[in-house]
């Protein structure tokens, strides 16, 4: 969602950048919420994953109430409605003057008195909308990537420290880092389980994803809107919408160090369509180096009737982990497997988020969310303009993918698919 009249380019050029010296003289600010108040929350973007999370974020807290929701367009916040209605039953207290849409209605639920905002938009539009959230002193619960581009990724990292100095909560839907058995894991390879980390293997292979046909009388933004998936500038293509969680594992991995810099390649040999499939890649396999020498090798997919695979390995100078799926670390003679119990990671996050708040500490991983969004961009930046990319120049790119639209009315063709060794990086 965006306004009409303007862009997120605009935006950025803007924005107000927040200085040093504003945080150390900032001062605290009370954001208690004793256990008799009512936490009223707000949705942007009733999705699926939106859908999702608002149902966690009711079963969270006691004394919680969904009061408004607000998406671009009506027709899915009709049929999202009455399925969150049912599972939130007494929580569910959305009412046709809190149901917003069209590219406002992130500011209409913001300014509709929530405590706590729920941001699933596409992720263009997550800089745009926690800016806003942040400014209106609201609490926040936000979907990965946080960005699609550099310049957006720049914005959130100065949105966490701004969110910081409010004592807002501000917290990413890196689920994975929620989830008690990865979670035990991690501790163990930080903790020097595995010695010195040489390299790391990352998968994320699957079929395609959803796609919508397109129906008669959608102009090419509805049309787009309707299908962000297939679409740079709405995904950020999939390495950085979807396989960003096994970017983010290598990263938590590597104690959140950033990588030095990325190799890549990529490209379409399924998606090759551009009215069904966009301008997004079906395949990408990235290289990426640390400063200690560790080395991240990340593949992943959309094609159909290949193999799947979504798994994060390590290896280090005592033995080898699979820190995605089996929850084991293996060295010399001894092997460790976790035992304990499993959680719910996506009620988990919630849970964490709201408890945070009523003990006025709220969680904020926004840095590090943005780092990760980041590390994802890098590799596609890699890939696809077939250069060795440095983690710096990623960070400091000026490519900006917000179209130079926000018209119904007005045509908007896809843009050609990038071609390594032609797309050049800016």
């Not at 935006?11 to 200085?19: A, D, E, H, M, N």
């Amino acid at each position: 969602m965006n306004d009409h009249s303007s862009s997120r380019r605009q935006f950025v050029k803007t924005s107000t950048v927040l200085t040093a010296g504003s945080l150390l003289t900032a001062p605290f600010i009370s954001n208690a919420a004793p256990n008799d108040k009512v936490l009223k929350i707000g949705l942007v973007g009733i999705g699926g994953r939106g859908s999702g999370a608002a149902a966690q974020a009711m079963n969270a807290d006691e004394n919680v109430a969904l009061t408004a929701i607000g998406d671009l367009f009506e027709d899915r916040i009709k049929l999202r409605s009455r399925i969150l209605k049912a599972r939130g039953r007494d929580k569910f207290q959305v009412t046709p003057d809190t149901s917003f849409a069209g590219f406002d209605a992130y500011k209409k639920v913001i300014d509709s008195g929530v405590d706590v905002v729920i941001l699933t938009s596409p992720p263009n539009f997550r800089p745009q909308h926690l800016e806003y959230a942040v400014e209106k002193g609201v609490h926040c619960f936000y979907e990965k990537p946080v960005a699609v581009d550099a310049p957006g990724v720049r914005k959130v990292i100065e949105l966490a420290k701004k969110a910081k100095e409010k004592n807002l909560g501000f917290m990413s839907g890196f689920c994975w880092r929620h989830h008690s058995p990865k979670q035990e894991v991690f501790k163990r390879v930080l903790d020097g389980a595995l010695g010195e980390l040489s390299s790391m293997y990352s998968t994320y292979n699957g079929g395609e994803v959803w796609k919508k046909k397109r129906e008669e009388g959608w102009s090419d933004l509805e049309a787009q809107m309707r299908n962000w998936n297939a679409h740079l500038w709405l995904s950020g293509d999939s390495i950085v919408e979807q396989a960003v969680h096994c970017i983010d594992m290598m990263q938590w991995a590597m104690g959140d160090q950033l990588p030095v810099h990325a190799e890549g390649s990529g490209g379409r040999q399924v998606y090759q369509d551009p009215d069904k499939y966009g301008n997004i890649y079906d395949h990408f396999a990235c290289a990426y180096q640390w400063e200690s020498g560790s080395r991240g090798y990340h593949f992943s997919r959309q094609q159909n009737g290949t193999a799947g695979s979504y798994e994060v390995e390590l290896y280090g100078s005592k033995g080898s982990c699979s820190a995605k799926n089996r929850h084991t670390i293996l060295t010399g003679d001894s092997a460790w497997r976790y035992r304990g119990e499993t959680n719910d990671m996506y009620q988990t996050e919630h849970d964490t988020l709201f408890e945070s708040i009523r003990k006025n500490a709220p969680f904020n991983d926004g840095e590090k969310a943005a780092n990760s969004t980041m590390v994802a961009i890098m590799g596609r930046m890699a890939s696809y303009t077939g250069q060795k990319i440095t983690f710096e120049q990623a960070l400091n790119s000026k490519e900006d993918l917000t179209p130079p639209h926000f018209d119904w009315d007005k045509t908007l063709p896809v843009p050609k698919a990038p071609v390594p060794g032609v797309t050049r990086f800016m």
